[in-house]
């Protein structure tokens, strides 16, 4: 399948097309890509229309909280890129993603690529590679130093929902480096955009 990707940073003006991506189903099962942005106590009491009312308000904000990829005119996959403090559940000290330093979560020039959504007729199609390329070229022009995830080793099929962290041979692809394993198949992985 050959699919000509344009990434753009989703700002209020993107703000349709990321409602019209997410669809009437705020993509998993209603998220509205809000679990790492609000606490599981917190997020689980909401309905999917305060969330979407949650990630509306950060977009109109600013700044952009990460990236839309299209194909022509058409919106196909979301990636959340920024800062790690942006995102403060992947900091969380109870989780796999916790900084390798505290300071780290605070530091502006660490960010995180913490999910990927793709249309579900996308999925399974090894389009991951190019969306990471795209969350990479945006945290180096964006002035990161550093650009971290939280893969997954192993899902049962490429289409699973679980890999909205992305597959660790994705992120081995494009040169991130394991430095930390808090728990067997997530490792935290490191891109060094300086070097």
């Known amino acids: 399948m050959d699919i000509d990707l344009r990434f753009e940073a989703v700002d209020a003006a993107h703000w349709p097309d990321f409602e019209k991506l997410f669809g009437p189903q705020g993509a998993f099962y209603g998220c509205w890509c809000v ?37 022509a005119d058409d919106p196909v996959a979301w990636l959340q890129v920024g800062p790690r ?51 990479i070229d945006h ?13 997954i080793d192993h899902a049962k099929q490429s289409k699973s929902v679980v890999l909205c962290v992305g597959a660790t041979p994705i992120f081995d692809a494009a040169g991130f480096e394991t430095v930390a394993l808090r728990k067997d198949g997530r490792p935290l992985m490191r891109l060094d955009l300086m070097a």
């Open 85 to 135: 403090h942006d995102v403060p559940q992947f900091n969380s000290p109870r989780t796999v993603s916790r900084p390798l330093d505290e300071g780290d979560a605070h530091d502006p020039s660490i960010w995180a690529v913490s999910c990927f959504f793709l249309t579900q007729k996308l999925r399974g199609k090894r389009l991951s590679h190019r969306l990471l390329r795209g969350a």
């Open 35 to 71: 679990a790492l942005r609000l606490p599981h106590a917190v997020r689980t009491k909401m309905p999917p229309e305060e969330r979407k009312a949650h990630i509306e308000a950060r977009i109109m904000a600013g700044p952009p909280p990460g990236l839309l990829a299209y194909d």
């Open 139 to 151: 945290a180096r022009a964006s002035g990161a130093r550093y650009l971290e995830a939280c893969p």
